[in-house]
Protein backbone atom coordinates (compact mmCIF):
# COMPACT_ATOMS: atom_id res chain seq x y z
CA UNK A 1 0.00 0.00 0.00
CA UNK A 2 1.15 3.45 -0.85
CA UNK A 3 2.99 5.56 1.89
CA UNK A 4 0.76 8.75 2.98
CA UNK A 5 1.99 12.11 4.97
CA UNK A 6 -0.49 14.19 6.78
CA UNK A 7 0.17 16.83 8.87
CA UNK A 8 0.83 15.95 12.58
CA UNK A 9 -1.89 18.92 13.70
CA UNK A 10 -4.42 21.53 12.46
CA UNK A 11 -6.74 24.26 14.15
CA UNK A 12 -10.44 25.68 12.38
CA UNK A 13 -12.95 27.88 14.06
CA UNK A 14 -16.02 26.75 14.72
CA UNK A 15 -18.39 27.28 11.17
CA UNK A 16 -15.52 27.19 9.02
CA UNK A 17 -14.41 25.08 6.60
CA UNK A 18 -11.79 22.22 7.34
CA UNK A 19 -9.15 21.50 4.70
CA UNK A 20 -6.80 18.40 5.86
CA UNK A 21 -4.45 17.76 3.12
CA UNK A 22 -3.08 13.92 2.42
CA UNK A 23 -0.21 13.50 -0.06
CA UNK A 24 0.61 10.04 -1.80
CA UNK A 25 3.47 10.63 -4.10
CA UNK A 26 3.91 6.72 -5.02
CA UNK A 27 -0.06 5.98 -5.25
CA UNK A 28 -0.59 3.40 -7.54
CA UNK A 29 -3.46 3.52 -11.13
CA UNK A 30 -5.98 0.88 -8.58
CA UNK A 31 -5.24 2.57 -5.17
CA UNK A 32 -8.53 4.36 -3.78
CA UNK A 33 -8.00 7.05 -1.28
CA UNK A 34 -9.58 6.69 2.06
CA UNK A 35 -10.22 8.68 5.61
CA UNK A 36 -11.66 7.80 8.29
CA UNK A 37 -11.75 9.59 11.47
CA UNK A 38 -11.17 8.33 15.30
CA UNK A 39 -12.92 10.87 17.72
CA UNK A 40 -11.64 10.61 21.31
CA UNK A 41 -12.07 7.27 23.00
CA UNK A 42 -13.82 5.86 20.20
CA UNK A 43 -13.01 3.12 17.49
CA UNK A 44 -12.39 4.73 13.79
CA UNK A 45 -15.15 6.07 11.72
CA UNK A 46 -15.44 5.53 7.72
CA UNK A 47 -16.52 9.17 6.45
CA UNK A 48 -15.70 8.99 2.49
CA UNK A 49 -13.38 7.20 -0.38
CA UNK A 50 -12.60 7.74 -3.90
CA UNK A 51 -10.35 6.85 -6.78
CA UNK A 52 -9.75 9.49 -8.99
CA UNK A 53 -13.50 11.77 -9.33
CA UNK A 54 -14.13 14.23 -6.74
CA UNK A 55 -16.77 12.84 -4.23
CA UNK A 56 -18.68 14.19 -1.93
CA UNK A 57 -21.19 12.85 0.27
CA UNK A 58 -23.13 14.30 3.92
CA UNK A 59 -20.14 13.75 6.20
CA UNK A 60 -17.40 15.75 3.49
CA UNK A 61 -16.13 16.35 0.16
CA UNK A 62 -12.98 14.44 -0.97
CA UNK A 63 -11.22 16.69 -3.79
CA UNK A 64 -7.91 14.37 -5.15
CA UNK A 65 -5.64 16.29 -7.84
CA UNK A 66 -5.81 15.19 -11.32
CA UNK A 67 -2.14 13.35 -11.27
CA UNK A 68 -3.53 11.62 -7.85
CA UNK A 69 -0.81 12.49 -5.96
CA UNK A 70 -2.25 14.34 -3.33
CA UNK A 71 -5.68 14.82 -2.02
CA UNK A 72 -7.71 17.27 0.16
CA UNK A 73 -10.58 16.31 2.42
CA UNK A 74 -13.04 19.49 3.53
CA UNK A 75 -15.05 19.22 6.03
CA UNK A 76 -17.70 22.14 4.94
CA UNK A 77 -18.92 23.57 8.09
CA UNK A 78 -16.56 22.07 11.25
CA UNK A 79 -18.44 21.86 14.50
CA UNK A 80 -17.05 20.97 17.94
CA UNK A 81 -17.57 17.86 17.22
CA UNK A 82 -15.54 17.32 14.00
CA UNK A 83 -12.41 17.50 16.92
CA UNK A 84 -10.60 14.27 15.93
CA UNK A 85 -7.75 12.23 14.54
CA UNK A 86 -7.87 12.12 10.70
CA UNK A 87 -6.48 9.34 8.87
CA UNK A 88 -5.87 9.15 4.88
CA UNK A 89 -5.10 5.62 3.60
CA UNK A 90 -4.18 4.68 0.18
CA UNK A 91 -4.86 0.52 -0.30
CA UNK A 92 -6.45 -1.47 -3.23
CA UNK A 93 -9.41 -2.27 -2.55
CA UNK A 94 -9.50 -6.15 -2.68
CA UNK A 95 -6.73 -7.66 -1.95
CA UNK A 96 -7.29 -11.27 -2.53
CA UNK A 97 -6.85 -12.63 1.15
CA UNK A 98 -7.09 -9.35 2.85
CA UNK A 99 -8.73 -6.00 3.70
CA UNK A 100 -6.46 -4.97 6.31
CA UNK A 101 -6.28 -1.08 7.32
CA UNK A 102 -2.78 0.23 7.56
CA UNK A 103 -3.13 3.39 9.44
CA UNK A 104 -0.52 5.78 9.63
CA UNK A 105 -0.19 8.85 12.63
CA UNK A 106 -3.30 10.67 10.65
CA UNK A 107 -3.92 14.72 11.46
CA UNK A 108 -5.57 15.79 14.61
CA UNK A 109 -8.05 18.39 13.90
CA UNK A 110 -8.99 20.97 16.48
CA UNK A 111 -11.67 22.47 16.16
CA UNK A 112 -11.62 25.42 18.30
CA UNK A 113 -15.18 28.02 19.17
CA UNK B 1 -29.18 -0.91 13.71
CA UNK B 2 -27.50 -2.16 15.99
CA UNK B 3 -23.14 -1.56 15.44
CA UNK B 4 -20.37 -3.65 16.25
CA UNK B 5 -20.03 -4.56 19.91
CA UNK B 6 -17.33 -5.52 22.04
CA UNK B 7 -16.67 -6.99 25.62
CA UNK B 8 -15.76 -6.34 28.32
CA UNK B 9 -14.78 -2.52 27.49
CA UNK B 10 -12.51 -2.36 30.06
CA UNK B 11 -10.17 -5.48 31.37
CA UNK B 12 -7.75 -5.80 34.15
CA UNK B 13 -5.16 -8.09 34.99
CA UNK B 14 -2.41 -9.32 35.90
CA UNK B 15 1.08 -10.06 34.16
CA UNK B 16 0.84 -14.30 33.15
CA UNK B 17 -2.31 -14.26 33.11
CA UNK B 18 -4.45 -14.97 30.17
CA UNK B 19 -7.42 -13.08 28.95
CA UNK B 20 -10.39 -13.63 25.93
CA UNK B 21 -11.59 -10.52 23.98
CA UNK B 22 -14.84 -10.85 22.19
CA UNK B 23 -16.08 -9.15 19.30
CA UNK B 24 -20.39 -9.17 18.01
CA UNK B 25 -19.74 -8.26 14.27
CA UNK B 26 -22.75 -6.40 12.63
CA UNK B 27 -25.19 -9.03 11.65
CA UNK B 28 -24.31 -10.61 8.04
CA UNK B 29 -20.84 -9.11 7.52
CA UNK B 30 -18.84 -11.59 6.17
CA UNK B 31 -15.77 -10.12 7.08
CA UNK B 32 -14.27 -9.29 10.69
CA UNK B 33 -10.58 -7.44 11.80
CA UNK B 34 -8.71 -7.28 14.78
CA UNK B 35 -6.87 -4.30 15.35
CA UNK B 36 -5.08 -2.52 18.46
CA UNK B 37 -3.83 0.71 19.57
CA UNK B 38 -1.37 1.02 22.23
CA UNK B 39 -1.46 4.15 23.93
CA UNK B 40 0.23 7.48 22.17
CA UNK B 41 0.04 5.22 18.98
CA UNK B 42 -1.60 4.93 15.78
CA UNK B 43 -3.55 1.45 14.74
CA UNK B 44 -2.07 -1.61 14.37
CA UNK B 45 -3.41 -4.75 12.31
CA UNK B 46 -3.70 -7.94 14.04
CA UNK B 47 -5.56 -10.63 12.11
CA UNK B 48 -8.51 -10.30 9.11
CA UNK B 49 -11.31 -12.96 8.92
CA UNK B 50 -13.31 -13.95 5.98
CA UNK B 51 -16.15 -16.19 7.20
CA UNK B 52 -14.27 -18.14 10.10
CA UNK B 53 -10.76 -18.44 8.38
CA UNK B 54 -8.16 -16.38 8.78
CA UNK B 55 -6.36 -16.00 5.89
CA UNK B 56 -4.23 -12.81 6.97
CA UNK B 57 -2.55 -13.39 9.98
CA UNK B 58 0.67 -11.50 9.73
CA UNK B 59 -0.95 -8.58 12.37
CA UNK B 60 -0.46 -11.28 15.70
CA UNK B 61 2.33 -10.26 17.21
CA UNK B 62 3.52 -13.23 19.05
CA UNK B 63 2.59 -17.04 19.29
CA UNK B 64 0.71 -15.95 22.66
CA UNK B 65 -1.95 -14.08 20.63
CA UNK B 66 -4.47 -16.27 19.02
CA UNK B 67 -8.31 -15.58 17.69
CA UNK B 68 -10.95 -17.71 16.82
CA UNK B 69 -14.17 -16.89 14.84
CA UNK B 70 -17.09 -19.05 14.99
CA UNK B 71 -20.82 -19.31 13.18
CA UNK B 72 -19.42 -16.96 10.87
CA UNK B 73 -20.43 -14.29 13.43
CA UNK B 74 -18.83 -13.78 16.80
CA UNK B 75 -14.92 -13.26 17.00
CA UNK B 76 -12.43 -14.28 20.47
CA UNK B 77 -9.10 -12.92 20.64
CA UNK B 78 -6.68 -14.78 23.33
CA UNK B 79 -3.91 -13.66 24.98
CA UNK B 80 -1.76 -15.69 26.80
CA UNK B 81 0.82 -14.88 29.59
CA UNK B 82 -0.06 -11.74 28.98
CA UNK B 83 2.60 -9.11 29.83
CA UNK B 84 2.42 -5.36 30.14
CA UNK B 85 3.45 -4.18 26.36
CA UNK B 86 0.21 -5.89 25.81
CA UNK B 87 -1.65 -3.22 27.31
CA UNK B 88 -3.22 -1.17 24.63
CA UNK B 89 -7.18 -0.64 23.25
CA UNK B 90 -7.86 -3.75 21.20
CA UNK B 91 -10.56 -2.73 18.32
CA UNK B 92 -12.96 -4.84 16.05
CA UNK B 93 -14.13 -3.84 12.41
CA UNK B 94 -16.36 -6.09 10.81
CA UNK B 95 -17.41 -4.98 6.72
CA UNK B 96 -20.30 -6.86 4.59
CA UNK B 97 -18.36 -7.50 2.08
CA UNK B 98 -14.14 -7.53 1.51
CA UNK B 99 -14.66 -5.63 -1.53
CA UNK B 100 -16.53 -3.16 0.52
CA UNK B 101 -14.10 -1.63 2.35
CA UNK B 102 -15.96 0.47 4.36
CA UNK B 103 -15.04 -1.13 7.61
CA UNK B 104 -17.38 -0.21 10.67
CA UNK B 105 -15.16 -0.15 14.08
CA UNK B 106 -16.78 -1.27 18.00
CA UNK B 107 -15.77 0.91 20.85
CA UNK B 108 -13.08 -1.05 21.84
CA UNK B 109 -12.04 -3.05 24.56
CA UNK B 110 -9.24 -1.33 26.72
CA UNK B 111 -6.92 -3.72 28.59
CA UNK B 112 -4.61 -2.65 30.78
CA UNK B 113 -1.78 -6.04 32.00
CA UNK B 114 0.01 -4.79 35.77
Known amino acids: DAKTTQPTSMDCAEGRAANLPCNHS???????VYWYRQIHSQGPQYIIH???NNETNEMASLIITEDRKSSTLILPHATLRDTAVYYC??????????????FGQGTTLQVKP | GAGVSQSPSNKVTEKGKDVELRCDPISGHTALYWYRQSLGQGLEFLIY????????KSGLPSDRFSAERTGGSVSTLTIQRTQQEDSAVYLC????????????FGPGTRLTVL
Open chain 1, 26 to 32: TISGNEY
Open chain 2, 93 to 104: ASSPQQSTDTQY
Open chain 2, 49 to 56: FQGNSAPD
Open chain 1, 50 to 52: GLK
Open chain 1, 89 to 102: IVRVPFTGNTGKLI
